[in-house]
Each structure stands twice: as C-alpha cells, then as structure tokens.
C-alpha cells in the first residue's frame, strides 16, 4: 500500500488555518486602516476602476496611479473585489490569502530541498509564527508581500542549480521582475543570492573550460 505523503497536506492546512484566524480577527476588529495601509487599499481601488477601462497601457496606467509604489500588489487584489466586494477586510484578506500563500509554500520548498519535507514544514510554521508576519497578515502592507517573493526568488534560485537549469532560471527571472514591481527594495534582498550564483557558475564554467583545455593539450602531445 502506498505511503500518503501528509507534508504537503499539513503545510496547506497551516495556510487555512491562518486565513480561518484572520477571518475570525477580520470579523472582530473595528479599527480601520490607517497611514500606508490605508492609502496602499485606496490605490488598490483606484486601480479596480481602472480595469473597468481595461486597456493595453493598462499597467503603465496603474504606475502612474501609484506613484511612489510599485503596483503589482494593488492590481493582484483589485480583481477579487468583483467577487468578495470593495471593503477593507477584503482587501487585506485576499493581500493575506495570496501572498502568506506564497511565502508558506516557498519556505516549505526551501526546507524540502535542503534538508527533508519535515524541515521545511517546521520552518513555514515558525516563520508564520513570527509576530511581524503574523501581523503583517492583518493589514494591507506591501511587507508581507516583499518578503514572500523574496523567499519565492530563493527558492527558485536554488532550484536553478545557480543558473544552470534554463526552466528555473526563466522563472526566476520572471518573479524577480515581478518582485521589483513588488517593493522598491526587492533587489536589496536579492542581490547579494544572484551575484554569488552568478559568480559560481562563472568559475564552474572557467573550471570546465580549464580542463576541456588541459584534456585536449594532452591529445595533442600524445598524437604528436
């Protein structure tokens, strides 16, 4: 009989059980939101409108809405309001629900892929854990959403064998470009990751060249 592999259904159970709780905080809490939060839920509404006038400058005309941010967050949960309505609590519940989402399964990728499927569950639940993630997850920030696609790029990175799989290191390309349209400081994370990646598959690659060099000198001077 075949083994049921339980670390993927616990790790999705750890994401609902923490859209379960802020949805029962969401329900409870009477504040609204207030400075970034507030006006970051503001531009994701602005940008709801502007899909109303879809376009194909549409996103050039959600960068000039944002201004000082990046918009990918905003025009991630603008669509969603056409189902769960234009409020705060669904504003931070979809911002929530996608990126914890993310961060979760990444971490646990992560944790999978160095050491076992046990590891990484144990570091997406600690990290979940966190008081500045945990909190993060009750306000429409851009914070939760940075770290999650930082921790998605590492592991990505680290599935691309330091850039030598040509399909990891497409994807990585295209979450780092969306990371940068993330948070401005993305690349603050990720640059130190990328530079050593790319400095070891340039000595990999020198290495290799090196002793294809040496193998066919000595062809050379034995044929001669």
């Given at each position: 009989?075949?083994r049921?592999?339980?670390?993927?259904?616990l790790?999705?159970?750890?994401?609902?059980?923490?859209?379960i709780?802020?949805y029962?905080?969401?329900?409870?809490d009477?504040?609204y939101?207030?400075?970034?939060a507030?006006?970051?839920?503001?531009?994701s509404?602005?940008i709801?409108?502007e899909y109303?006038?879809?376009?194909p400058?549409i996103f050039?005309?959600?960068?000039a809405?944002?201004q000082?941010?990046?918009?990918f967050v905003?025009?991630?949960?603008?669509p969603?309001?056409?189902?769960?309505?234009?409020?705060?609590d669904?504003?931070?519940?979809i911002n929530?629900a996608?990126?914890?989402?993310?961060?979760?399964?990444?971490?646990?990728?992560?944790?999978?892929?160095?050491?076992?499927?046990r590891?990484?569950l144990?570091?997406?639940f600690i990290?979940?854990?966190?008081?500045?993630?945990f909190?993060q997850s009750?306000?429409?920030?851009?914070?939760?959403?940075?770290t999650?696609?930082?921790?998605?790029?590492?592991?990505?990175?680290?599935m691309?064998?330091?850039?030598?799989?040509?399909?990891?290191?497409s994807?990585?390309?295209?979450?780092?470009?969306?990371?940068?349209?993330?948070k401005q400081?993305?690349?603050?994370f990720?640059?130190?990751p990328?530079?050593?990646?790319i400095?070891?598959?340039l000595?990999y690659?020198n290495?290799n060249?090196?002793?294809?060099?040496l193998?066919?000198s000595?062809?050379?001077?034995?044929s001669?």
């Open positions: 009989m075949k049921i592999n339980l670390y993927p259904i790790t999705l159970s750890l994401w609902l059980a923490h859209l709780n802020l029962i905080w969401l329900k409870l009477i504040n939101l207030t400075y970034d507030h006006r970051h839920f503001l531009l509404l602005k709801f409108d109303k006038r879809f376009s400058d050039f005309r959600c960068i809405l944002t000082r941010h990046p918009p905003m025009m991630i949960t603008a969603f309001y056409l189902i769960f309505g234009r409020s705060q669904a504003g931070v519940m929530s996608v990126f914890l989402g993310i961060l979760i399964f990444a971490t646990y990728k992560i944790g999978k892929n160095i050491l076992s499927p590891a990484g144990l570091a997406a990290l979940t854990l966190y008081p500045v993630v909190n009750k306000v429409y920030m851009l914070d939760l959403p940075l999650a696609m930082v921790a998605l790029s590492m592991y990505l990175l680290i691309s064998d330091n850039l030598r799989n040509l399909k990891y290191s994807l990585l390309l295209a979450i780092v470009i969306l990371g940068v349209f993330t400081s993305f690349m603050l990720m640059l130190g990328l530079f050593y990646a400095m070891k598959n000595l690659y290495k060249n090196k002793f294809d060099f193998v066919k000595k062809k050379i001077t034995f001669l």
